[in-house]
């Protein structure tokens, strides 16, 4: 599986896969980035001047079952995501995207998305909700 | 500011020119222009489209530094708003192809057309006319012929040129001949060939004779 932008999600989800016994290979586009990758992960990592189709090809997606697009740019999320489910057919593509206003363009692809906005509003709500004892 | 002279020059030709920067102080100098609509904010976001009513437009054209937004600007004005024509723009001379494949009608490479523009400037004496078609995947040559080229003189099913270019047309005397396997080239000819750019500097080595 591959691994798009090694920030802090990218990284812990690389390190969580890594230690499952997965092949993973991360990609950024910093050096730096890749230090924040914890000491279970075991997999490898590519740095490229430019997150694009190359950046793809040279991190194997012919061969990906499951790619994440996880860098802190929206629309680069989404540029990615499309590549990996429209050109390669990578069968599970899981894009994250902070602005939900975006996700209506690409719900009727067949890409998870997945907006850390919507996430802790809904924890956050359901930790409130839950709790039975809201008053006005 | 690609955009302030694009919009000047439609505005100029009678069009409706609505601008969206997200550089406030970008937007404010784009609003100098006379009749141009300018608003200011992220045109990747569906609210920021609206706002600047892109379901009314006709063509959207995408030209941020950024590939990735260009990309969704161009998608989001397609798939929400309905616009029929949309172009942009890609640094990375790859997402030509990847862009046309996601839907984009019209993509242009900087890269690419001043590459081309380069190559027609360059060795001009040689080259005529070149010609991309299809993004450069194809080019149209046109060639002179002089006493001195290796293929004046030679009948064309007896000269040797790479397989992935042939000659398409002569021009003599001002009149086009479709030439044949028994056609003779002469001094004073124009070739119209078509290659793959692969073989464009072998091709043109092969006809024309070395310039030092």
Redesign the interface.
């Known amino acids: 599986m591959i691994i798009i932008g090694c920030g802090g999600l990218g990284s812990s989800i690389a390190g969580q896969l890594s230690a499952a016994g997965n092949n993973v290979v991360v990609v950024d586009r910093d050096r730096e980035a890749f230090k924040k990758l914890p000491p279970e992960f075991s997999g490898f990592t590519i740095m490229t001047e430019?997150i694009?189709?190359?950046a793809l090809v040279d991190s194997k997606i012919e061969q990906a079952h499951i790619l994440i697009a996880s860098t802190d740019?929206?629309?680069?999320n989404?540029?990615?995501a499309?590549?990996a489910k429209?050109?390669y057919h990578v069968p599970k593509v899981i894009a994250r995207v902070f602005?939900p206003?975006?996700m209506?363009?690409y719900k009727d692809l067949d890409i998870e998305t997945i907006s850390p906005t919507i996430l802790a509003a809904s924890v956050v709500s359901d930790s409130i909700l839950n709790e039975g004892d809201v008053e006005s | 500011m690609k955009a302030y002279f694009l919009a000047k020059n439609l505005i100029s030709m009678g069009y409706s020119v609505t601008m969206i920067n997200k550089n406030k102080e970008d937007a404010l100098q784009l609003a100098k222009i006379d009749r141009a609509t300018v608003v200011h904010g992220d045109a990747?976001?569906?609210?920021i489209l609206e706002d600047a009513g892109t379901h009314t437009a006709d063509v959207v054209v995408a030209l941020t530094s950024?590939?990735?937004?260009n990309?969704?600007i161009c998608?989001?004005a397609a798939?929400?708003f309905g616009v029929r024509k949309t172009v942009a723009i890609v640094n990375?001379p790859?997402?030509v192809e990847?862009f046309k494949?996601?839907g984009i009608d019209y993509v242009v490479s900087t890269v690419r057309t001043i590459s081309s523009l380069i190559q027609q400037s360059v060795g001009n004496e040689t080259i005529m006319n070149l010609t991309p078609v299809e993004e450069g995947k194809v080019m149209i040559l046109e060639v002179d012929v002089n006493t001195e080229d290796p293929i004046s003189g030679k009948q064309l099913n007896l000269f040797e040129m790479p397989h992935e270019a042939i000659i398409g047309c002569i021009i003599r005397e001002g009149k086009p001949i479709i030439p044949r396997g028994d056609t003779t080239v002469s001094p004073g000819d124009r070739l119209i060939i078509l290659s793959l750019p692969q073989v464009q500097s072998a091709t043109l080595s092969a006809i024309k004779r070395k310039v030092d």
């Open positions: 430019v694009g189709k190359s740019d929206d629309n680069t989404i540029m990615i499309q590549i429209m050109i602005e206003s975006r209506r363009v | 990747t976001l569906p609210e950024s590939d990735p937004d990309l969704v998608q989001t798939r929400l990375d790859g997402n990847v494949t996601l």
